[in-house]
């Protein structure tokens, strides 16, 4: 763990600077009275970079996945033989109309 040495004269100036910066940056603190090490300020959870980091990967792994999908959705395939010739069909099926309503 990388730790920065500072008093504890300059930590309770810089409090709200150095609570900050352990919690966004994961930083640590070894906090010193008279030259002697009395504290150390650190984050409770370890550091968020490394979880973005594993869910960029997750989503760049999911989309690549998902265009591969897709890709191989765009071939043509055999149509079955036992199949309907409606069911070969390419175009969508339409949704059926709603009558209107004049009120």
């Known amino acids: 763990m990388d730790e920065t040495l500072i008093s504890v004269t300059l930590a309770a100036r810089k409090f709200?600077?150095?609570i900050n910066r352990v919690r966004y940056q994961g930083a640590s603190f070894l906090l010193e009275k008279n030259g002697v090490?009395?504290?150390?300020?650190?984050?409770v959870q370890?550091?968020?970079s490394s979880d973005f980091e594993q869910l960029a990967s997750t989503?760049?792994?999911?989309?690549?996945?998902a265009y591969?999908?897709?890709e191989n959705a765009e071939q043509p395939s055999e149509p079955a033989a036992d199949e309907?010739?409606?069911?070969?069909s390419q175009e969508p099926a339409k949704p059926p109309?709603?009558?209107n309503l004049n009120w």
């Not at 090490?37 to 984050?43: S, Y």
């Not at 989503?59 to 996945?65: C, I, K, P, S, Y």
Request: aromatic share 4%.
């Open 68 to 70: 591969q999908h897709a």
């Open 37 to 43: 090490p009395v504290a150390r300020i650190v984050p």
């Open 84 to 88: 309907p010739e409606a069911m070969q």
């Open 16 to 18: 709200s600077d150095c």
């Open 46 to 48: 370890p550091n968020f």
């Open 97 to 99: 109309r709603r009558p």
């Open 59 to 65: 989503l760049r792994q999911t989309h690549n996945a």
